[in-house]
């Protein structure tokens, strides 16, 4: 595992559900999440692995890049940038859940990603997210919680993870065939 040595962009009180004046380091945090088996962005070397897969949620649409507070108009972390440039670059495969698939959209115009369906009650941050990856000269493919979707061009898998108000064993379905499509490609 890998992360970004860097500031978080805030530290999230869970409990009042709200910032707090505290300052995180996001390696240091993963590190806490991975407990202790994770290593410096800037140390991985695309010659040494078959894949990549990028987990989403908050950390990822606000350290990973801007995306929580500018959107489509949003900047990619340099190191991440340039991570999945590598990737793509050695024809090695990407897999991205939840939020994360807008880093491939910012990154490879074109490309073909997933973060659930659209216009459906389940799924009350698709629909805008979609569109946006559209906005983007990217296309959105409506995807079930449980499944992914496979863009065989730019060997990308992605599924939308906890972007769906689903049961766990759903969205555990759904990154379960986002990796079995990683392997697949790799």
Request: hydrophobic share 40%.
């Amino acid at each position: 595992m890998f992360a970004p040595n860097m500031e978080q962009m805030h530290v999230v009180d869970h409990l009042k559900g709200e910032p707090s004046q505290e300052k995180r380091n996001v390696l240091v945090e993963s590190a806490r999440l991975a407990r202790g088996d994770i290593q410096d962005l800037s140390k991985l070397s695309v010659k040494d692995h078959d894949a990549i897969i990028f987990p989403g949620g908050f950390g990822a649409a606000k350290n990973l890049c801007t995306w929580a507070v500018q959107g489509k108009d949003c900047s990619v972390n340099a190191e991440v940038k340039a991570v999945l440039e590598a990737f793509r670059g050695e024809g090695k495969p990407i897999g991205l859940c939840c939020i994360s698939p807008v880093l491939a959209a910012k990154v490879f115009p074109g490309c073909e990603v997933t973060v659930g369906l659209e216009n459906h009650d389940k799924y009350p941050n698709t629909t805008e997210t979609a569109a946006t990856i559209n906005q983007l000269g990217c296309k959105h493919v409506s995807a079930a919680v449980g499944q992914s979707h496979v863009d065989q061009k730019n060997k990308l898998v992605t599924t939308c993870a906890f972007m769906c108000d689903a049961p766990i064993h759903e969205v555990f379905d759904g990154i379960g065939s986002m990796v079995q499509g990683v392997l697949k490609l790799a």
